[in-house]
């Protein structure tokens, strides 16, 4: 019996020593995996909200999907059109309920005939600017090829994918700067909101600080150039993070130093396509997870 009570207290000693030494640790090993495990159910969710920023080198190209619904904004070069739809359809997309072509120029609509030509799309929307270049021409055919309508949005305009709530922010006909003719969309996902700018310039920052601005992310402008992100609007819009799609060593110098400060000065974290490859946010409505891939999609 004495034999059986020592060994009884001995146990109970190595228990509380054990819990002493490690428990802590214990707990806060499952309060991480705990983490880990919230944040992987929602990205394994089919109806999961995630914007995809794609690594296109010098150019633009955002996937967003909200309840197995896909909206796409700009296309990337002509060189990245072929592996986008090889991507987009590994993912298993077959359809977008709309495609946005921010505005003419070749980094931002130059895979979208592409695009066109592979995938079924419910609304194109274009700005009202017509132009002579090679690609535009392009777009235009396989539009006609596939019967789908060029629709020009206002300003004001909303449209609902899944829970999310996109706004027209800003579109023009200024044909002589095409830069300023970019459809600027907000898009509102339950308690978080995300800025969409396209290439517009201080000229059209300056004309839409009437508007609601303030985003949780914002896809910085013309890939950081000085020409745009001006200290008023990047003030109004106050984003936690924002995204820069920038091609490695450019012969732009994208991005300028100017633009990359004014953003730290707001305390804003900065994400890069050129040094973290393809950026894919994914939220849950109140909180925003932040991922980097090497997706094969610059074809530069």
């Avoid at 991480?32 to 919230?38: F, G, L, M, P």
């Avoid at 072929?82 to 997309?93: E, N, R």
């Avoid at 027209?168 to 308690?191: A, G, M, P, Q, Y």
């Avoid at 396509?273 to 999609?297: F, R, V």
Wanted: hydrophobic letters at 35%; one cysteine or more.
């Amino acid at each position: 019996m004495k034999r059986f009570i020592s060994s009884l207290f001995t146990i109970l000693f190595l228990l509380l020593f054990f819990y002493v030494a490690y428990g802590s640790d214990i707990n806060n090993y499952y309060q991480s995996n705990k983490k880990d495990n919230q944040k992987k159910v929602i990205l394994n969710d089919k109806d999961e909200f995630k914007i995809y920023f794609f690594d296109v080198g010098e150019a633009d190209c955002i996937l967003i999907k909200n309840n197995s619904e896909y909206v796409l904004i700009d296309s990337g070069n002509n060189e990245d059109g072929l592996k986008l739809v090889k991507y987009f359809k590994d993912l298993g997309i077959t359809k977008f309920k709309y495609v946005i072509g921010t505005h003419l120029h070749e980094d931002h609509i130059g895979g979208m005939d592409y695009i066109i030509n592979n995938f079924d799309i419910d609304h194109y929307y274009m700005p009202d600017v017509s132009s002579d270049y090679l690609t535009f021409t392009e777009v235009i055919d396989a539009l006609n090829n596939k019967n789908i309508s060029w629709e020009v949005p206002k300003i004001d305009d909303t449209f609902i994918v899944g829970d999310a709530k996109f706004r027209i922010i800003w579109i023009s006909k200024d044909e002589e700067d095409l830069n300023d003719t970019s459809i600027v969309v907000k898009l509102d996902f339950k308690n978080t909101s995300y800025l969409f700018t396209g290439d517009a310039t201080k000229n059209v920052e300056l004309r839409i600080l009437d508007k609601d601005l303030k985003s949780d992310v914002l896809k910085v402008s013309h890939h950081g150039s000085s020409d745009a992100s001006s200290a008023q609007f990047l003030k109004q819009v106050n984003p936690e993070y924002a995204v820069i799609s920038v091609g490695k060593d450019n012969d732009y110098h994208h991005p300028h130093g100017i633009t990359l400060n004014k953003l730290e000065s707001i305390g804003t974290i900065v994400y890069r396509t050129d040094k973290q490859g393809t950026i894919i946010l994914t939220s849950d409505g109140e909180n925003i997870y932040i991922d980097t891939a090497n997706t094969d999609t610059n074809g530069n």
